[in-house]
Structures are given as structure tokens and as C-alpha cells.
């Protein structure tokens, strides 16, 4: 009933803005998806109607539910990032003012959409930690008390755990207490290919058994040229055998994997070489794809846009 409710108000929303076309027994079939462009964060969805910008902010991640979306915003004056959070339904945003200071970013929903972890810069430490907090902004606390310099959190299918690394090493901590579970070289992780960095971003299939991450590699085209070298790919890691595998080639630099609640499928952002032809150099668009694991078949939903994130029940 949840769904049906929440499906069919987003149904609505999209029809009024002019976006909708399809019958509305199509509201089924919608999966909610968030993504940015310039600015503002937009919410579409995988039938690919047009979407429409709800918030001013970045790293916009939506709920398992598809009922909410937490990101990152910023002062009146840009000085500062602050978590907020969107109700979709009813337009509301709520900046989570609990969260001390004013650089923290990146927030992840926990599975059960009711913790948000994310990034967040400890002043006296002068460091990075992760911290969580709850959707309404209650229960703020910084986890993992010893470490710090740790990047790309996000958390285990279950939600017992959350995970990070810091340049070198991946770490399993314990949601509950804080306390560091498992300890494993990063690289085992990322195999070869990748460089290890602090943008790496992971999602986990909903049973856990695959993660999606993207990362950065040497850049071997002729058609994107940038100006560190670098390009980016997708890649598997499956936790049960240690194996990882390359899913994206030379013809797309992609970035931001989120996975789809259709088996195998996700999202990602990605630079086409098939749409560069005859587009100068730094001025290429990137494009909102979906695809899937089972048969590499891909889609554009959206131009212009990065950063997507989809709702996975």
C-alpha cells in the first residue's frame, strides 16, 4: 500500500510538470530515481520522463522507499556543507541541524531507510570521519572513535555494518558500537586496474553477494582527453570469492554505480564516445545509463546529468 501511495504521488508529480505520457497503469513500473544536474538534484525515473529539479544540493542519494532523499547542501553564503533530507511527497526539506560544524557530505541511507551515514570533518582532529545520524536528526555520533582519514562510506547489505577505507585498507565496523570488525587490503578489493582514491563510490546488491564501485583508470582513448590521464570505470567485486571484473570498456568513462531493484540491473553516469563526435574537448555531456549484468544491454534515461541513485524496493 506504501508503494502504491508513494508510486502514484510521484506519478502525479511528474504528470503535472508536463513529463508524463504513458497510461496510468505505467505507475507500476516506475522505479524513482535521483540524480544532479548542474546544481540542483533532479527526481525522474527509469521509464525516462522528464524530470524535475526538488532540491539545490549535491551527492543526492534517495531512500530504499523511494520516500525521501538525503544530500548535501549548502549555506546562503556556500561556505559550508550541511546533510538535509527531502521528503518527496510533500516538498519539504530538513536540514539535519543536530550534525555539528559545517562540513559534512555524502549521506548513504542504511537499508531499513532510517540512518543516514556520511562524511564528516572532525575539527579537533583536523580529519575525516564517519559520522551517522537518523533521518529526522536525532542520535548523531561519529563512528569508528580511532579511526580517521577514511573515505567512501557505505554500508552492508544487512546494515550491521558500515564500511570505509583509507587509501590502503577497507575497514568493516560494527554500526551498533563502532568497533572495527574486519580489516582488508583495499587493493584486494579493487584488483589492479583501479586506482585507489577517496571518490571511490560502492553499492551493495541487496542480498549483499556483488558490489558495484567505480575508480578511476589509465586512459588508453583517443576520444576523451583530461587532464590528469585518467578515465573512469565500473567494476564488480563479489565478497564470497574475492573476484573482481571489469564491466564497462573504452567507449564510456563511467562513474556512480547504484543498482536497481531488478536483478542485475543499475544505474551509472557516464561520457559516451558515440555521443562526443565532433564535440570538443571538455565540453562532452554526461549521460544518465541504465544496464544490466545480464546481458551488458544499455539505455540512456537522461542527458546532461551524474551522480543517480534509484529507489530499490
Same mark, same amino acid.
Not at 544532479?36 to 532540491?55: N, S, Y
Given at each position: 500500500?506504501?508503494?502504491?501511495?508513494?508510486?502514484?504521488? &510521484?506519478?502525479? &508529480?511528474?504528470?503535472?510538470?508536463?513529463?508524463?505520457?504513458?497510461?496510468?497503469?505505467?505507475?507500476?513500473?516506475?522505479?524513482?530515481?535521483?540524480?544532479?544536474?548542474?546544481?540542483?538534484?533532479? &527526481?525522474?525515473?527509469?521509464?525516462?520522463?522528464?524530470?524535475?529539479?526538488?532540491?539545490?544540493?549535491?551527492?543526492?542519494?534517495?531512500?530504499?522507499?523511494?520516500?525521501?532523499?538525503?544530500? /548535501?547542501?549548502?549555506?546562503?553564503?556556500?561556505?559550508?556543507?550541511?546533510?538535509?533530507?527531502?521528503?518527496?511527497?510533500?516538498?519539504?526539506?530538513?536540514?539535519?541541524?543536530?550534525?555539528?560544524?559545517?562540513?559534512?557530505?555524502?549521506?548513504?541511507?542504511?537499508?531499513?531507510?532510517?540512518?543516514?551515514?556520511?562524511?564528516?570533518?572532525?575539527?579537533?582532529? $583536523?580529519?575525516?570521519?564517519?559520522?551517522?545520524?537518523?533521518?529526522?536528526?536525532?542520535?548523531?555520533?561519529?563512528?569508528?572513535?580511532?579511526?580517521?582519514?577514511?573515505?567512501?562510506?557505505?554500508?552492508?547489505?544487512?546494515?550491521?555494518?558500515?564500511?570505509?577505507? $583509507?587509501?590502503?585498507?577497507?575497514?568493516?565496523?560494527?554500526?551498533?558500537?563502532?568497533?572495527?570488525?574486519?580489516?582488508?587490503?583495499?587493493?584486494?578489493?579493487?584488483?589492479?586496474?583501479?586506482?585507489?582514491?577517496?571518490?571511490?563510490?560502492?553499492?551493495?546488491?541487496?542480498?549483499? /553477494? %556483488?558490489?558495484?564501485?567505480?575508480?578511476?583508470?589509465?586512459?588508453?582513448?583517443?576520444?576523451?582527453?583530461?587532464?590528469?590521464?585518467?578515465?573512469?570505470?565500473?567494476?564488480?567485486?563479489?565478497?564470497?570469492?574475492?573476484?573482481?571484473?571489469?564491466?564497462? $570498456?573504452?567507449?564510456?568513462?563511467?562513474?556512480?554505480?547504484?543498482?536497481?531493484?531488478?536483478?542485475?540491473?543499475?544505474?551509472?553516469?557516464?561520457?559516451?564516445?558515440?555521443?562526443?563526435?565532433?564535440?570538443?574537448?571538455?565540453?562532452?555531456?554526461?549521460?544518465?545509463? %541504465?544496464?544490466?549484468?545480464?546481458?551488458?544491454?544499455?539505455?540512456?534515461?537522461?542527458?546532461?546529468?551524474?551522480?543517480?541513485?534509484?529507489?530499490?524496493?
Amino acid at each position: 500500500m506504501r508503494r502504491g501511495i508513494l508510486y502514484g504521488a &510521484l506519478f502525479a &508529480l511528474l504528470f503535472a510538470c508536463g513529463g508524463a505520457s504513458a497510461a496510468a497503469e505505467d505507475v507500476e513500473h516506475l522505479r524513482p530515481i535521483v540524480f544532479q544536474r548542474d546544481d540542483g538534484i533532479c &527526481l525522474g525515473d527509469t521509464l525516462g520522463w522528464e524530470p524535475k529539479t526538488v532540491a539545490s544540493g549535491y551527492d543526492a542519494e534517495i531512500s530504499p522507499d523511494g520516500a525521501s532523499v538525503a544530500f /548535501t547542501a549548502s549555506d546562503d553564503k556556500g561556505d559550508g556543507r550541511y546533510i538535509a533530507v527531502l521528503d518527496i511527497p510533500s516538498g519539504s526539506v530538513t536540514r539535519l541541524t543536530s550534525v555539528p560544524g559545517d562540513n559534512s557530505y555524502g549521506p548513504r541511507w542504511s537499508p531499513d531507510g532510517e540512518v543516514l551515514l556520511f562524511n564528516h570533518w572532525d575539527e579537533k582532529q $583536523d580529519d575525516w570521519r564517519f559520522a551517522v545520524v537518523s533521518k529526522n536528526g536525532k542520535g548523531f555520533r561519529v563512528l569508528a572513535p580511532k579511526l580517521y582519514g577514511i573515505y567512501s562510506p557505505f554500508w552492508s547489505a544487512d546494515g550491521t555494518s558500515v564500511y570505509g577505507h $583509507d587509501l590502503e585498507t577497507l575497514y568493516r565496523i560494527a554500526a551498533d558500537t563502532g568497533k572495527v570488525m574486519e580489516r582488508k587490503k583495499l587493493t584486494d578489493v579493487l584488483g589492479s586496474e583501479a586506482d585507489p582514491s577517496s571518490a571511490v563510490h560502492f553499492s551493495v546488491s541487496s542480498d549483499g /553477494t %556483488q558490489w558495484l564501485f567505480d575508480a578511476t583508470v589509465a586512459n588508453r582513448t583517443t576520444w576523451l582527453q583530461t587532464e590528469d590521464g585518467s578515465f573512469g570505470a565500473l567494476f564488480l567485486y563479489r565478497p564470497g570469492d574475492g573476484t573482481v571484473r571489469r564491466l564497462t $570498456d573504452d567507449t564510456v568513462s563511467a562513474s556512480h554505480p547504484s543498482w536497481l531493484p531488478e536483478r542485475g540491473g543499475y544505474l551509472f553516469a557516464g561520457i559516451m564516445e558515440e555521443r562526443s563526435k565532433n564535440i570538443a574537448p571538455g565540453m562532452q555531456t554526461s549521460f544518465i545509463i %541504465q544496464r544490466s549484468l545480464e546481458d551488458d544491454g544499455q539505455s540512456v534515461l537522461f542527458e546532461n546529468g551524474s551522480w543517480p541513485s534509484a529507489a530499490v524496493r
